[in-house]
């Protein structure tokens, strides 16, 4: 772990309090005053710091089942998930691979029937396995996904039959696990309840997809298990010390100081682990006012691009040579950041622990919580009340756009302004978006490109280059995120930090759409996937505007790709 240009003044003050306090040895104990005086949603969240040893005891079980399942010629296995149920397994699948023979691996994370139908279609379900993981047993959108392919595969192998493509992983006690049992799963992994969604990458959620793909889940663990004894290191340096105190340490004193858009920059291989990082900061630093913003798979720009407010984050894999050109020429033109070498892809396991423990000492340091997630639920509550009226009525409530664009519906939140063309609607929506003059955390802005449409190459492509646009004509960091995932992830941070994101809500018509068999249990008129998706889109764009956050939704009327790239000429026309 290298660390350059980080002031040591900030770093040493972190480091005393964190040395004075104990909160190293506190946090080993469980103590749940490092956080909070009240235990709620941090005693019963703590189990992460044992998982990768009590998990052991649990790797027969899953071998044996991965064992099965291959002697019963299943090809692929299909993950139904949100969050913390989803993205370390593809985070696993997307590194690592299948093993010859072995199940590929796809994880679904979206209400997008697009994306449904597509995998579906290319799909032999009767040589699926499907596993459906959440930790509540009550995650709208994986109960949906669960059935409609359970009523898929009903129909290819008979509903006597189905369940024994399925399998779930959940908490005990919850509704999906009395439901798996009714429906006659295959089998169901019961989850240790003191872990987390985002830390809960090293328990069977993380470890069964991960077996599945062949994955040496022994050497996982062991590196999990060597990066928690350096965790307990009394020492800070960065040579033979405590790196993930260290860690910690470093991304609150710079977020604090205003270095809190946190960018990472990995090596080809381990680039989808930003994924999972994504989440944990995102969710577990934004709240009361305050965060860590993850920017994630972000272009290179030039040193002259980039705002004062960035902190770098470069993994280098195996002494990758673009990575160590990488960080020395970022540290020669001043940028400060942080390098770390992971001398193989196992070692995932021993930093996947080094970030949670880095974010829970992260956490201490900003005075929040980093274990809950009390602004999630809002934008879940207003696309229940959506659906609740469209079970009612046959139709989403949903305002008239303030002005049409070229092939854009236009809505605005905040600012309000008038626009002839897509030019003066940035101009617009932009014109408050300045620089500040004090350089503290939350201070300066950001930029989040929220896209409810079709994950694919094209709208991939189209999203990078408005995402590109937007930074380098800006000087703003920018995310990118498809909805209803970034929910899951980001959503907590959108609405409760400081409050200086720009959105940008990107909607699309469906081509196609499907019905969620059963709808939402109540009895009522059946809804769709597009029907969900939308309402979750709205509900989300609501919860922005109460929070306060400025806002503008460019509803698309032709193809989402094509559409993007509308908005993007119309940005290099200002340049």
């Known amino acids: 772990m290298q660390l350059k240009n980080i002031p040591w003044v900030l770093l040493r003050e972190e480091l005393d309090r964190l040395d004075s306090e104990r909160v190293v040895e506190r946090i080993w104990n469980r103590d749940h005053t490092v956080w909070s005086p009240d235990p709620a949603e941090i005693s019963n969240r703590l189990g992460w710091l044992q998982s990768h040893e009590e998990m052991k005891t649990a790797l027969p079980e899953i071998e044996q089942f991965v064992e099965e399942v291959r002697a019963d010629g299943v090809k692929q296995v299909l993950l139904l998930g949100m969050g913390g149920s989803s993205l370390a397994p593809e985070v696993f699948g997307t590194i690592f691979g299948s093993r010859n023979g072995y199940p590929s691996l796809e994880v679904l994370d979206t209400t997008d029937p697009g994306a449904i139908l597509h995998f579906e279609r290319k799909s032999d379900l009767k040589k699926t396995l499907i596993i459906v993981s959440t930790k509540s047993g009550g995650t709208v959108e994986t109960l949906s996904l669960m059935k409609y392919f359970y009523s898929k595969v009903s129909e290819e192998v008979g509903e006597e039959n189905a369940g024994q493509n399925f399998i779930a992983i959940t908490d005990p006690g919850s509704k999906l696990e009395e439901k798996a049992e009714a429906l006659g799963f295959r089998k169901v992994f019961l989850n240790n309840p003191d872990i987390g969604g985002r830390y809960s990458s090293l328990s069977y959620f993380g470890l069964v997809p991960a077996g599945l793909l062949g994955i040496d889940l022994q050497t996982l663990l062991e590196k999990a298990k060597e990066m928690a004894v350096v ?186 302004f008038k626009a002839n063309n897509l030019e003066e609607g940035w101009q617009g929506f932009f014109s408050a978006l300045q620089q500040a003059s004090t350089v503290k955390m939350g201070a300066l802005p950001y930029v989040a490109i929220q896209a409810y449409l079709q994950p694919d190459p094209e709208t991939d492509r189209a999203l990078q280059l408005l995402r590109q646009k937007i930074g380098s004509l800006y000087r703003v960091a920018v995310t990118v995120g ?84 509308k908005l993007t000429q119309a940005l290099q026309k200002q340049d």
């Not at 303030?402 to 939140?413: A, I, K, N, T, W």
Request: net charge negative.
């Open 482 to 565: 498809y909805g209803p995932r970034f929910l899951h992830s980001t959503g907590q941070l959108h609405k409760g930090d400081a409050g200086n994101g720009f959105f940008i809500q990107l909607t699309a018509e469906d081509r196609e759409d499907v019905i969620i068999p059963g709808g939402s249990g109540s009895g009522r008129r059946s809804i769709s996937f597009g029907t969900l998706k939308k309402a979750q889109a709205l509900g989300d764009w609501q919860a922005l505007l109460d929070a306060g956050r400025k806002a503008i939704r460019f509803h698309i009327v032709s193809d989402a790709a094509g559409g993007i790239d």
């Open 231 to 416: 965790s307990k290191a009394g020492g800070f340096s960065a040579k033979d010390g405590n790196t993930p105190a260290l860690l910690g340490a470093a991304l609150s004193a710079m977020g604090k100081s205003g270095q809190d858009k946190i960018t990472l920059i990995a090596s080809e291989k381990i680039r989808p682990f930003g994924l999972w990082l994504e989440q944990l900061l995102a969710e577990s630093t934004g709240k009361k006012g305050k965060g860590l913003l993850p920017v994630d798979s972000e272009p290179l720009l030039k040193a002259a691009e980039y705002g004062p407010d960035r902190l770098f984050i470069i993994f280098s894999l195996n002494q990758d040579p673009e990575m160590e050109e990488t960080a020395k020429t970022m540290a020669n033109q001043g940028l400060p950041l942080i390098r770390l070498d992971l001398p193989d892809i196992y070692s995932l396991g021993g930093e996947m622990f080094r970030w949670m423990m880095a974010t829970a000492i992260a956490g201490w340091s900003l005075q929040i919580n980093p274990f809950d997630q009390p602004d999630v639920e809002s934008a879940k509550v207003l696309a229940r009340d959506l659906i609740t009226e469209y079970e009612e009525k046959g139709r989403l409530k949903e305002a008239e756009p303030d002005f049409e664009l070229d092939c854009f519906q236009v809505y605005l939140g905040c600012p309000r």
